[in-house]
Structure formats: structure tokens, C-alpha cells
């Protein structure tokens, strides 16, 4: 079974820059990516349950190319509370800014990171311009739908907001059924403390 930390190699998330057009028409594809295996983050495996289905949308605002990715994806992977493997069902929705043009910083080095035109069409907010070298043809997309899909799987999963979990005594299930073990209110390490005071 794989288990993947980075974008799977066979995954093909590339789009030719010449098909995204200056006319204000957005360049769309879908994708059914493959996931032979389990997604680790947060410190636990993610089993994939069938492809990752992702669309992008890429167009021009300015000078700069806009591509938004949407990704859904289901997952299998052990409730937090009792154990038992539950469903997990992902959606992420992610915009992305790219521009062609070298990002020069105040000493004249080229950097990473360019502040974008200020045209009615670019995203809202502080967004970041990743520069993109312009002799290429083609844009990869693969860390990018990468982050989107690593960005919204949760830290925690249910099976249920009313999951009673596993009994702390005997670690059976108590959604299953009612072990009849009896919690004790104190830490059983001070009973001694409190035979000390009946003395």
C-alpha cells in the first residue's frame, strides 16, 4: 500500500499556458486523479476510498493568471472516540495567483513573491503572486491541488457527533454495548491518602 507525504508522481495537473486566452474566457478542466493508498497528515493515515475528483479554472486578471481549484475526496480512517473505521468526505475550494513577470525586491534580487496589479478581477485580500518562469508551456499544478486537498482533511473525525467511545476500564465499545464497568470518581493512586484521614 502507498503512503503519501507529497503529491503522487502520476499525477498529471498540468495546463498549457497558451490555452488560457487574454479574452476573459476561463481555461476549465476535471481531473479524476488516482490515490492508491493512504494520505499521511496530522500524524494519521488517511485512507482514500477511490480518486480525487478536482476541477481548475484558470484566466487572466492583468497581467496575472488566476486558477482556482475545487477538490472532493473521500477517505476511511479510524474514529477518534471509539476506533471504528469511519467515512470522511473532503470538498476544497482554493485560488491560487501566478504571474509571468520576475518579482523584483527593493535591492534588485528576484524573488518569489511579486505584489499583484491592482485590477477589479484579482482575489480579494493579501494574496501572494507566485512567479512562473514564461518560457514554459506548461503550468504543473500538482503542489497546488496537493495543499489544497492536505488544507481541508480535519485533525479529528467522528462516526457520529454522539460517539461514546471506548470504556476507559475495559476498552470496549460503548456504542455497541454497556460493559457494566463502574468509573471510579478518584484516581485509584490517592484511595491511600484517603485511608489515611478515616485514621
Not at 478536482?54 to 471509539?82: D, H, W
Not at 489544497?148 to 482533511?153: A, G, S
Amino acid at each position: 500500500m502507498n503512503r503519501y507525504v507529497a503529491p503522487p508522481g502520476e499525477w498529471d495537473c498540468g495546463i498549457l499556458l497558451s490555452n488560457i486566452k487574454r479574452n476573459g474566457k476561463p481555461y476549465c478542466i476535471d481531473l479524476a486523479l488516482p490515490l492508491d493508498g493512504s494520505v499521511e497528515y496530522w500524524g494519521q493515515s488517511y485512507m482514500a476510498d477511490g480518486p480525487v475528483s478536482v476541477s481548475i479554472t484558470a484566466n487572466y486578471a492583468g497581467e496575472n493568471i488566476v486558477v482556482r481549484v475545487e477538490l472532493e475526496g473521500n477517505f476511511l480512517l479510524p474514529c477518534s472516540r471509539c476506533l471504528c473505521e469511519t467515512g470522511l468526505a473532503i470538498n476544497g475550494d482554493m485560488r491560487y495567483l501566478f504571474t509571468l513577470r520576475p518579482a523584483v525586491d527593493e535591492g534588485g534580487r528576484h524573488g518569489r513573491h511579486a505584489e499583484p496589479d491592482d485590477d477589479d478581477d484579482a482575489p480579494d485580500g493579501d494574496v501572494d503572486v507566485i512567479v512562473i518562469d514564461g518560457y514554459n508551456a506548461e503550468l504543473d499544478l500538482s503542489s497546488y491541488v496537493w495543499e489544497t486537498l492536505i488544507l481541508n482533511l480535519p485533525e479529528k473525525v467522528l462516526c457520529g457527533e454522539d460517539c461514546l467511545g471506548l470504556c476507559p476500564i475495559c476498552g470496549g465499545n460503548r456504542n455497541i454495548t454497556g460493559c457494566g464497568c463502574v468509573a471510579h470518581d478518584t484516581d485509584p493512586r490517592f484511595e491511600v491518602l484517603r485511608d489515611l484521614g478515616s485514621v
